[in-house]
């Protein structure tokens, strides 16, 4: 760069007492320059390299470079440059103090270099444009293989900022589509012991926001973060996993603080949106009048009688079959009706016999409708992707010839179980043919000849 301009100019009522250009790292500043009523910032971005990260060297030369050329522009002959080196996270400042300025730079820039966000975003895009890895691994993000290391007895948690930002659609009088935020919720649940941490996002939270999409990603990550901090160590997630990829980055940045907790993302699409079509939670959600956080046991009761990996398979057997069709889902759920569910439950109260058959009724909702949309039999799907359709695991649905290869071994099977036919035939030389037959196809030719 050959050239540069302010990026913020300030204005004083009265005029400032100036210093003689010196870093913000010096003391003792004496004010015997010419005053001044303007003064100007700007911000030097640098990525460093192991040869050449002197920050205040650096930001010293360009802050001389800048004042002394003719191409950059600045609105008065004082002000201060603030360099920040990216690679090495370190920064300096070279210019002109007023009385204030340079503590009140310094503890800005403390404070920026530790908790802004925008930097970290920054510096993550630029290395993976340089293609500069970290040497640490990569922790695999949760599939169908590996989701037994979910009831391990590390405490693990599912975030999910699906139901964050809501909003309702009606049209106005002129036909326009008009959106109006309502209160949403953020899902922290663990697999574990069943606990589902609902943090209600108000409304008002959006008020004179912009780019909300984005803005409830961070949010989230902010609320995660503070419910961290609020818990004791031994309460606290080894391990959060996140149902959209798009909060990583997030949760990175908020939880600096904890370089023990592992991030990782999700292949699988778990169905955790739906907890919102729960009437007792919905209820709870729009009719709050603030932001809240409320505990609940996702549960129930189950953990008496099975595991925590049959819970969970429980779970999602029903969030999932909720997603599909709602109606005959909740119909499901309730076989007759003396099955009622306790006041502090979440489900249906039922036996482990009558949990049995609900499963199985739920499982063969969710199949009908992959079937029907993928125009594939139920019967042609093994074990494993009835397995991976219900946890939300992308499959490549069983295509026309996998069904007619199923059709032409079936038709094997039962040819192999055809009697086998000897017929005596004479052709037209009068010659004696004898022919053994075992397909039912052959045998009809056969007597069709005769």
Request: proline share 5%.
């Amino acid at each position: 760069m050959n050239s540069t301009c302010a990026d913020i100019l300030l204005f004083s009522a009265h005029k400032w007492q100036m210093s003689k250009s010196r870093l913000v790292a010096e003391p003792k500043d004496e004010y015997d320059e010419k005053t001044s009523i303007k003064y100007w910032i700007d911000v030097q971005l640098r990525w460093g390299d192991y040869d050449s990260h002197d920050i205040e060297r650096y930001t010293r030369a360009k802050f001389m470079d800048y004042t002394t050329d003719n191409m950059s522009i600045y609105p008065s002959p004082t002000g201060v440059m603030i360099g920040i080196d990216l690679a090495y996270n370190v920064h300096s400042a070279f210019g002109n103090w007023f009385p204030g300025s340079k503590p009140l730079i310094q503890q800005a820039m403390n404070k920026i270099m530790k908790s802004n966000p925008a930097l970290y975003v920054l510096r993550e895009r630029i290395r993976k444009g340089l293609q500069l890895y970290s040497s640490e691994p990569i922790e695999p993000f949760l599939s169908s293989q590996n989701y037994g290391e979910l009831f391990s007895n590390q405490i693990k948690w599912f975030v999910d900022d699906t139901n964050v930002y809501c909003v309702t659609m009606h049209k106005t009088f002129d036909g326009n589509l008009v959106t109006k935020p309502i209160n949403g919720a953020i899902f922290m649940f663990n697999p574990g012991t069943g606990q589902l941490f609902l943090k209600v996002i108000h409304t008002s939270v959006w008020a004179g926001q912009k780019r909300l999409g984005q803005l409830a990603k961070w949010k989230t990550a902010a609320e995660v973060a503070a419910l961290v901090r609020s818990l004791p160590v031994e309460e606290q997630p080894k391990h959060i996993i996140v149902t959209r990829k798009g909060m990583l980055n997030p949760l990175e940045v908020h939880l600096l603080d904890f370089p023990n907790i592992i991030i990782k993302g999700s292949e699988l699409q778990l169905p955790f949106q739906v907890c919102l079509k729960i009437e007792k939670l919905n209820d709870l959600v729009l009719k709050a009048t603030e932001p809240q956080m409320v505990l609940f046991n996702v549960y129930d009761d189950w953990l008496k009688s099975v595991s925590s990996y049959t819970a969970f398979s429980r779970l999602i057997l029903i969030l999932r079959a909720l997603h599909v069709n709602r109606d005959k889902a909740s119909m499901l759920l309730k076989p007759d009706r003396t099955v009622v569910s306790e006041p502090h439950h979440i489900w249906p109260s039922l036996s482990d016999e009558q949990w049995v058959k609900v499963e199985r009724s739920l499982t063969y909702l969710i199949l009908s409708d992959y079937g029907k949309k993928n125009n594939v039999s139920t019967s042609a799907l093994t074990q494993s992707e009835i397995r991976d359709i219900i946890l939300g695991a992308e499959i490549t649905p069983p295509s026309q010839q996998r069904q007619e290869i199923a059709e032409i071994e079936k038709q094997a099977r039962e040819a192999s179980q055809l009697t086998a036919l000897t017929t005596r035939t004479t052709n037209v030389h009068g010659d004696e043919l004898i022919s053994t037959t075992t397909s039912q196809y052959e045998q009809g030719f056969i007597q069709v000849q005769n």
